[in-house]
């Protein structure tokens, strides 16, 4: 893991990200920092995991664990234990793998994930 607050400081912006993976009805862009990764994902009204993702994935639930902070839009995810939630902007979370989720409503979901970007939507 990098050490933040060492050597130089390195700025990006997700306009011009390192990486943008496009799957249906959304995307997410990827901003590289050594060996850490953040990611901007955009997922539209329509979207969902299962429907848009998990071709890409091939794995039943998504297995990303996510630590993240919701800018817009709401999304309902639900556990592979059945429990269910709804986050909404300016809620932060830590959501472990072994989940659905999906845009509800007409309003894109923005999310800004530092923990699982790396793989995530990555074609095998």
Known sequence: MTSVGVGKLD??????PDEVRK??????EI????????GRATFN??????KDV???AGTELCEAP?????????????????????MGPGDVAVIPSGHDA????????????????????KKR
Request: proline share 6%.
């Open 66 to 86: 996510h630590f993240g902070y919701q800018v817009s839009g709401r999304m309902h995810i639900v556990m592979a234990d059945g429990s269910e939630h709804e």
């Open 45 to 50: 009204p329509g979207w969902k995991w299962s």
């Open 102 to 121: 999906w845009v509800v409503g007409n309003e894109p979901v923005v999310l800004i994930d530092w923990h699982g970007a790396s793989n995530y939507a």
């Open 54 to 56: 998990k071709p890409i």
């Open 23 to 28: 799957f249906p009805n959304g995307q997410i």
């Open 31 to 38: 901003a590289s920092f050594g060996g850490e990764t953040v």
């Open 11 to 16: 700025l990006k912006k997700f306009d011009s």
